[in-house]
């Protein structure tokens, strides 16, 4: 799917910028790079069993997601807000509460069915059930 996203990009913003552009954009290859870097890091702290290695590896996704927020806030062309995360503007509040609102979502695929079933005798199947039409929702 990202080799089809990448052609189709290709194929569909041109290929040269305008002589009277006064700014060049570029591809942003570093700030690209410490994103994917974050999300490989934490991929792999959540495989690893040891839980220093986990700490070390989740430490270092924060820094190199840090480390592309400052490079992003001084660019020219920036990929995000310039206050993103910052929560003294809105626009950083609302990206802390959808990234802390993705986190706190995230194990309920695990442990609502577990609740549904101990403490409210439902079977597996329909536990499963309920917890997809919450995803769906």
């Known amino acids: 799917m990202?080799?089809?996203l990448a052609i189709g990009a290709l194929l569909?913003?041109?290929a040269g910028i305008?002589?009277?552009?006064?700014?060049?954009?570029?591809l942003p290859v570093l700030r690209v790079v410490l994103i994917c870097a974050a999300i490989a890091l934490l991929s792999c702290a959540s495989v690893l069993a040891g839980p220093a290695v986990k700490c070390a590896l989740i430490a270092a996704a924060v820094g190199a997601f840090v480390i592309m927020l400052r490079i992003d806030r001084e660019a020219m062309a920036?990929?995000?807000p310039s206050d993103a995360f910052s929560l003294r503007s809105p626009t950083g509040a609302g990206l802390w509460m959808v990234?802390?609102?993705?986190?706190?979502?995230s194990p309920l695929g695990i442990y609502v069915p577990l609740f549904l079933q101990r403490l409210h005798g439902l079977e597996p199947l329909p536990a499963g059930y309920m917890v997809a039409g919450a995803?769906?929702?």
Request: proline letters at 11%; aromatic letters at 8%; zero cysteines.
């Open 18 to 26: 305008a002589e009277d552009d006064p700014t060049e954009r570029r």
């Open 135 to 137: 995803s769906l929702a």
């Open 78 to 80: 920036p990929l995000l």
């Open 12 to 14: 569909i913003f041109p």
């Open 99 to 105: 990234l802390l609102l993705s986190v706190a979502y």
């Open 2 to 4: 990202g080799g089809l």
